[in-house]
């Protein structure tokens, strides 16, 4: 990754900044940086739930609370559009969840988390106010 001084951040860098996450420009910073808080579990969504990798245990949505979400477009693509999804789970289990979001989005995961009740996004005393 290279730096300016004169770089401006675009809105994606601008919602890893309200979650209080240091500038960061691609979903694999964001992603290395989430696992040291903690994220280290996998998710994703079947029929039965969503489905954590490290447990083998399946969650409903009201067992589940998204902590923040960050958006992130392609490089070279802006149709390549994706979001993580920060989460955790009422036995503790901490970790991520991806999709496409846009044309490419998975049907399942969007409507696992439309059923989650519980869904913030942090933002610091700086951004607050601002869009």
Known sequence: MWTD???????????????????????????????RMGYIDNFKVTKRGLYSLAKSRYYRPEQVKVVNFYRFE??????????LYLIETTD??????????????????????QEVENI????????KGHC
Do not use: W
């Open 5 to 35: 001084k004169n770089f401006q951040p675009d809105n994606n860098n601008r919602e890893a900044a309200k979650a209080n996450i240091p500038f960061m420009s691609t979903m694999v910073e964001v992603m290395n940086k989430s696992v």
């Open 74 to 83: 392609g490089q070279s693509d802006p149709a390549d559009n994706s979001i």
């Open 92 to 113: 503790g289990q901490k970790g991520s969840l991806t999709d496409s979001y846009g044309a490419y989005a998975d049907a399942s995961v969007n409507a696992f988390i």
């Open 120 to 127: 913030e996004k942090k933002i610091t005393d700086s951004q």
